[in-house]
C-alpha cells in the first residue's frame, strides 16, 4: 500500500527552495465581498514544473472547498497561472467543483488575471457572535434517518427527542416542512413561549438556506429552490427568528458552548467527512468547510472519492469511506452487499479483539491525520482540532488520537501546540440540537 505524500512536505519543499522566489497569490471571493487569500512561493525557474503547477492547483482546491467562493483572483508565475486557470475554466479538470459551487452560490465561476497587489485581502463574515440561550429556544439537527430536537428554557433543557424521517426519498418539500414542524410542535409543548429557533443540518449551507445537500437529493430540479427555502418557510410560520448553520461548524459550537474553546476546527468522521470553524472570537465564519473535497495526499495514485472523481481528498482519508479503502487494502474481508456502517462495526469489532489488521487500519488513520494538521494550519487560524464522528467511536478513536499527536510530534514541532481533542462527556450530552438552540 502506497504511503501518504503529505501536501505540507511538498510546501516545505518550495519554502527552503532558496534563491529568487516569485509568489503565487490567489483568493477565492464569494458572498458579500468575503475572501481567502493565499501565497505559494515558487522559486525562480520551478513555474514550468508539472510537480509545482499541480502543487498550486491543490492549494486553490484546499481554498475553494475550505472557505467557498465563485470568483478566483490568479497572479504571479503565467505558467503556473495558465495551469489552475485551465482546470477551474468550464471544461477543464474541475468541472465538478465549479458545478457545486454555482449550486452553492448561484454564479457560474469567474476566472480574473490581476497583478499581485490586486489579489483581495481575506475576510469572513461573523455570523456566530450572537450565541444566547437567553428566553426559550428550540434547537434541532437534522440527520439522513433521524433528527434530534431539544427545548431549552434559559439554558436548561427541558425536552429532546429523536423523530424518524426519511428525506432522501422524499421528492415533495413539502415533506421536510411538515416532518420539522411535527418536532418543532412536540418542542414547544415544553416552554412556555417560543423566542428563536437553531438549526444543524448536513450540506452547504449560505444564507439560511440548504444550497447543496443529500437531504434534498430526491427534490425535482422545478421544486429544489422551494426546498433550498425549508428554513425561511419555517421562520415565517412560527414569526420567530431562525438561524440554521452546516453540522460541521455546530459541533465547534459545541465545544465553544461546553468549555469556552475558540480557534476550533473540526474534522467529523463519519459517512464522509465534515468540516466545521470557530475563530478566535468564537465566530462561525461563513465558510464552506466541506473538508470532504480537500486535498491532502498529494500522491498522484491516492485514492479517488467516488462522487468528485478527484484522488487524495479528505473523504478518502477520515470516514467511512476511507476505513473501507484501507480495509481492503489490509486484508479485511467484507460480503460485496455489506453497506459502509456495517463494515465500519466489523472493523470495530476486530479492533475490539486487537486484530492487528485493525490496530494497522486506525494507526494510518491517526499518521494521516498527524500529517494533515499543519496543512489544515494553511488555511486555518487554530489552536485546537475537534476529532469525532463514528469512525473515532471506542478503542480506534483512541488509537487514532494518540497516533496524531504523536505524528504531529515527531514531524511538525512547529505544531506541537495543537490540541488535538475528542469531545468530552458534557459535549457529548449536549449534543449538537441543544447546541444548535443557541445560535442567534
Given at each position: 500500500?502506497?504511503?501518504?505524500?503529505?501536501?505540507?512536505?511538498?510546501?516545505?519543499?518550495?519554502?527552503?527552495?532558496?534563491?529568487?522566489?516569485?509568489?503565487?497569490?490567489?483568493?477565492?471571493?464569494?458572498?458579500?465581498?468575503?475572501?481567502?487569500?493565499?501565497?505559494?512561493?515558487?522559486?525562480?525557474?520551478?513555474?514550468?514544473?508539472?510537480?509545482?503547477?499541480?502543487?498550486?492547483?491543490?492549494?486553490?482546491?484546499?481554498?475553494?472547498?475550505?472557505?467557498?467562493?465563485?470568483?478566483?483572483?490568479?497572479?504571479?508565475p503565467?505558467a503556473?497561472?495558465?495551469?489552475?486557470?485551465?482546470?477551474?475554466?468550464?471544461?477543464?479538470?474541475?468541472?465538478?467543483d465549479?458545478?457545486?459551487?454555482?449550486?452553492?452560490?448561484?454564479?457560474?465561476?469567474?476566472?480574473?488575471?490581476?497583478?499581485?497587489?490586486?489579489?483581495?485581502?481575506?475576510?469572513?463574515?461573523?455570523?456566530?457572535?450572537?450565541?444566547?440561550?437567553?428566553?426559550?429556544?428550540?434547537?434541532?439537527?437534522?440527520?439522513?434517518?433521524?433528527?434530534?430536537?431539544?427545548?431549552?428554557?434559559?439554558?436548561?433543557?427541558?425536552?429532546?427527542?429523536?423523530?424518524?424521517?426519511?428525506?432522501?426519498?422524499?421528492?415533495?418539500?413539502?415533506?421536510?416542512?411538515?416532518?420539522?414542524?411535527?418536532?418543532?410542535?412536540?418542542?414547544?409543548a415544553?416552554?412556555?413561549?417560543?423566542?428563536?429557533?437553531?438549526?444543524?443540518?448536513?450540506?452547504?449551507?449560505?444564507?439560511?438556506?440548504?444550497?447543496?445537500?443529500?437531504?434534498?437529493?430526491?427534490?425535482?430540479?422545478?421544486?429544489?429552490?422551494?426546498?433550498?427555502?425549508?428554513?425561511?418557510?419555517?421562520?415565517?410560520?412560527?414569526?420567530?427568528?431562525?438561524k440554521?448553520?452546516?453540522?460541521?461548524?455546530?459541533?465547534?459550537?459545541?465545544?465553544?458552548?461546553?468549555?469556552?474553546?475558540?480557534?476550533?476546527?473540526?474534522?467529523?468522521?463519519?459517512?464522509?467527512?465534515?468540516?466545521?470553524?470557530?475563530?478566535?472570537?468564537?465566530?462561525?465564519?461563513?465558510?464552506?468547510?466541506?473538508?470532504?473535497?480537500?486535498?491532502?495526499?498529494?500522491?498522484?495514485?491516492?485514492?479517488?472519492?467516488?462522487?468528485?472523481?478527484?484522488?487524495?481528498?479528505?473523504?478518502?482519508?477520515?470516514?467511512?469511506?476511507?476505513?473501507?479503502?484501507?480495509?481492503?487494502?489490509?486484508?479485511?474481508?467484507?460480503?460485496?452487499?455489506?453497506?459502509?456502517?456495517?463494515?465500519?462495526?466489523?472493523v470495530?469489532?476486530?479492533?475490539?479483539?486487537?486484530?492487528?489488521?485493525?490496530?494497522?487500519?486506525?494507526?494510518?488513520?491517526?499518521?494521516?491525520?498527524?500529517?494533515?494538521?499543519?496543512?489544515?494550519?494553511?488555511?486555518?487560524?487554530?489552536d485546537?482540532?475537534?476529532?469525532?464522528?463514528?469512525?473515532?467511536?471506542?478503542?480506534?478513536?483512541?488509537?487514532?488520537?494518540?497516533?496524531?499527536?504523536?505524528?504531529?510530534?515527531?514531524?511538525?514541532?512547529?505544531?506541537?501546540?495543537?490540541n488535538?481533542?475528542?469531545?468530552?462527556e458534557?459535549?457529548?450530552?449536549?449534543?449538537?440540537?441543544?447546541?444548535?438552540?443557541?445560535?442567534?
Amino acid at each position: 500500500m502506497a504511503s501518504m505524500v503529505p501536501m505540507m512536505s511538498q510546501v516545505k519543499k518550495l519554502r527552503a527552495g532558496g534563491g529568487a522566489v516569485n509568489e503565487f497569490v490567489f483568493a477565492w471571493e464569494r458572498e458579500d465581498g468575503c475572501c481567502f487569500r493565499y501565497v505559494l512561493p515558487i522559486p525562480a525557474g520551478r513555474e514550468h514544473d508539472p510537480a509545482t503547477q499541480r502543487l498550486a492547483e491543490r492549494a486553490v482546491k484546499f481554498a475553494l472547498w475550505a472557505a467557498g467562493g465563485w470568483r478566483l483572483h490568479l497572479a504571479g508565475p503565467e505558467a503556473v497561472c495558465q495551469a489552475v486557470e485551465a482546470a477551474y475554466s468550464k471544461g477543464g479538470a474541475r468541472d465538478f467543483d465549479r458545478d457545486m459551487m454555482f449550486k452553492a452560490y448561484g454564479c457560474e465561476m469567474e476566472i480574473r488575471r490581476c497583478r499581485p497587489e490586486e489579489v483581495p485581502a481575506s475576510k469572513d463574515s461573523v455570523r456566530g457572535a450572537g450565541i444566547s440561550w437567553k428566553g426559550c429556544r428550540i434547537g434541532f439537527d437534522l440527520g439522513a434517518s433521524d433528527f434530534k430536537i431539544a427545548a431549552v428554557q434559559e439554558g436548561k433543557v427541558t425536552f429532546s427527542d429523536e423523530f424518524p424521517w426519511d428525506p432522501r426519498n422524499a421528492a415533495d418539500p413539502q415533506y421536510h416542512v411538515d416532518k420539522l414542524n411535527e418536532g418543532l410542535r412536540a418542542a414547544a409543548a415544553h416552554l412556555p413561549r417560543v423566542d428563536a429557533i437553531g438549526g444543524s443540518t448536513a450540506g452547504i449551507v449560505v444564507d439560511n438556506q440548504i444550497r447543496v445537500a443529500s437531504l434534498l437529493r430526491a427534490v425535482p430540479a422545478d421544486r429544489y429552490a422551494e426546498a433550498q427555502s425549508m428554513f425561511r418557510t419555517i421562520e415565517k410560520q412560527w414569526n420567530v427568528p431562525v438561524k440554521v448553520e452546516n453540522d460541521g461548524d455546530v459541533t465547534a459550537l459545541a465545544a465553544y458552548v461546553t468549555g469556552g474553546t475558540t480557534a476550533v476546527l473540526g474534522v467529523a468522521m463519519g459517512s464522509s467527512q465534515a468540516g466545521g470553524y470557530l475563530d478566535r472570537s468564537g465566530h462561525i465564519t461563513g465558510r464552506l468547510n466541506e473538508l470532504a473535497f480537500t486535498p491532502v495526499d498529494f500522491a498522484p495514485d491516492a485514492p479517488a472519492d467516488e462522487w468528485s472523481g478527484d484522488v487524495g481528498v479528505g473523504a478518502m482519508y477520515f470516514s467511512q469511506q476511507a476505513t473501507n479503502y484501507l480495509a481492503g487494502k489490509l486484508g479485511i474481508p467484507f460480503p460485496e452487499d455489506m453497506k459502509l456502517p456495517e463494515r465500519l462495526l466489523e472493523v470495530q469489532r476486530l479492533m475490539a479483539a486487537e486484530d492487528e489488521r485493525a490496530i494497522r487500519l486506525y494507526t494510518l488513520v491517526g499518521e494521516h491525520l498527524g500529517h494533515s494538521v499543519p496543512w489544515y494550519r494553511e488555511f486555518y487560524d487554530y489552536d485546537n482540532l475537534l476529532m469525532l464522528g463514528r469512525v473515532t467511536s471506542g478503542r480506534g478513536g483512541e488509537i487514532i488520537l494518540a497516533t496524531a499527536r504523536e505524528t504531529v510530534r515527531k514531524h511538525y514541532p512547529e505544531c506541537v501546540t495543537v490540541n488535538i481533542f475528542m469531545p468530552d462527556e458534557k459535549a457529548k450530552r449536549l449534543g449538537q440540537a441543544v447546541a444548535a438552540a443557541a445560535l442567534s
